[in-house]
């Protein structure tokens, strides 16, 4: 089934779903688009309504939450710091009085910390990325990249799977996105960053290993050049290349929508232009974005 119809016939209505850093970029889109298909869609977060947010960038929890009931799904926003795992607990504890003995059926790790404090150019230490391991702050790219990135989405997982195995016993196929930065295995232009994307492809292999009996399935996608708030704000002269946040968003909803291909392609890092193909869907503008290549 292909994105339009899954759009059209809601068939995602009856889903749970939960979208970390989901207040802006690409974990916005993809929640927009699951609410589109007619999810409910969790969205736990740091950044609120009327209060400051990361590098003072637009976007925050309830503003996502309520784009998404518009859209015919069900937006729930859930203040959550994900680097504190007391936090991450809480929160899942929220979602499960929520859901109850319905589980969550998907999962979409996509919160990063490791782009906090760059403006495109140089961090606030005046580094730059790409810049030689040696010369850069290790615990100022291992506290953004691993411990908001990696170790975040280990927290999610821990906490949602519990309640995706509750989901499963009623026979839903469910599905774990991890997000990642990808260029078919090539190097990605800098040491920490590198390390870290690595670690988050190889989530959907363990977690596929783990999950595989119960029938839940685990993908890292990768988007391709995509138009966040930060890209946008870098004010760049050409983004004809880019794509919106939410082309990433339709490849997770036809995924959803299609177990038994997202089982085919478990523990599998791709990117989200490959699934585009299978399903025969297009970008906001009508473009088929071709997967991003160094």
């Given at each position: 089934?292909?994105?339009?119809?899954?759009?059209?016939?809601?068939?995602?209505?009856?889903?749970?779903?939960?979208?970390?850093?989901?207040?802006?970029?690409?974990?916005?889109?993809?929640?927009?688009?699951?609410?589109?298909?007619?999810?409910?869609?969790?969205?736990?977060?740091?950044?609120?309504?009327?209060?400051?947010?990361?590098?003072?960038?637009?976007?925050?929890?309830?503003?996502?939450?309520?784009?998404?009931?518009?859209?015919?799904?069900?937006?729930?926003?859930?203040?959550?710091?994900?680097?504190?795992?007391?936090?991450?607990?809480?929160?899942?504890?929220?979602?499960?009085?929520?859901?109850?003995?319905?589980?969550?059926?998907?999962?979409?790790?996509?919160?990063?910390?490791?782009?906090?404090?760059?403006?495109?150019?140089?961090?606030?230490?005046?580094?730059?990325?790409?810049?030689?391991?040696?010369?850069?702050?290790?615990?100022?790219?291992?506290?953004?990249?691993?411990?908001?990135?990696?170790?975040?989405?280990?927290?999610?997982?821990?906490?949602?799977?519990?309640?995706?195995?509750?989901?499963?016993?009623?026979?839903?196929?469910?599905?774990?996105?991890?997000?990642?930065?990808?260029?078919?295995?090539?190097?990605?232009?800098?040491?920490?960053?590198?390390?870290?994307?690595?670690?988050?492809?190889?989530?959907?292999?363990?977690?596929?290993?783990?999950?595989?009996?119960?029938?839940?399935?685990?993908?890292?996608?990768?988007?391709?050049?995509?138009?966040?708030?930060?890209?946008?704000?870098?004010?760049?002269?050409?983004?004809?290349?880019?794509?919106?946040?939410?082309?990433?968003?339709?490849?997770?909803?036809?995924?959803?929508?299609?177990?038994?291909?997202?089982?085919?392609?478990?523990?599998?890092?791709?990117?989200?232009?490959?699934?585009a193909e299978r399903f025969d869907f297009t970008d906001i503008?009508?473009?088929?974005?071709?997967?991003?290549?160094?």
């Open positions: 089934m292909n994105w339009t119809i899954v759009a059209s016939q809601k068939l995602l209505k009856g889903k749970n779903a939960v979208v970390t850093g989901a207040s802006r970029g690409v974990g916005k889109g993809i929640a927009l688009v699951l609410g589109e298909a007619g999810a409910t869609v969790f969205i736990p977060g740091r950044s609120k309504k009327n209060s400051t947010t990361s590098d003072n960038m637009p976007g925050n929890i309830d503003d996502t939450a309520e784009e998404i009931t518009k859209r015919g799904g069900l937006g729930i926003p859930i203040y959550c710091d994900h680097s504190d795992e007391g936090s991450v607990r809480d929160a899942f504890k929220k979602i499960s009085g929520e859901v109850r003995l319905n589980g969550i059926d998907i999962l979409v790790n996509n919160v990063w910390g490791g782009y906090e404090g760059y403006d495109g150019e140089k961090r606030t230490d005046g580094t730059k990325f790409g810049q030689k391991f040696w010369e850069q702050n290790v615990n100022g790219r291992w506290e953004g990249m691993f411990e908001r990135g990696v170790r975040a989405h280990m927290y999610s997982s821990i906490y949602a799977a519990p309640l995706m195995l509750e989901a499963a016993k009623k026979g839903t196929k469910g599905l774990i996105i991890n997000t990642t930065a990808w260029a078919f295995d090539k190097y990605i232009g800098d040491f920490y960053y590198d390390i870290a994307k690595a670690a988050v492809n190889r989530l959907a292999v363990a977690q596929s290993e783990d999950l595989k009996e119960f029938g839940i399935s685990a993908i890292t996608l990768a988007p391709g050049w995509t138009r966040t708030e930060r890209v946008l704000a870098a004010n760049l002269p050409d983004l004809t290349p880019t794509e919106s946040p939410e082309y990433i968003g339709r490849a997770v909803a036809c995924l959803a929508a299609n177990p038994e291909v997202a089982a085919g392609w478990a523990g599998r890092t791709m990117p989200a232009a490959e699934v503008d009508g473009r088929r974005m071709p997967a991003f290549k160094m």
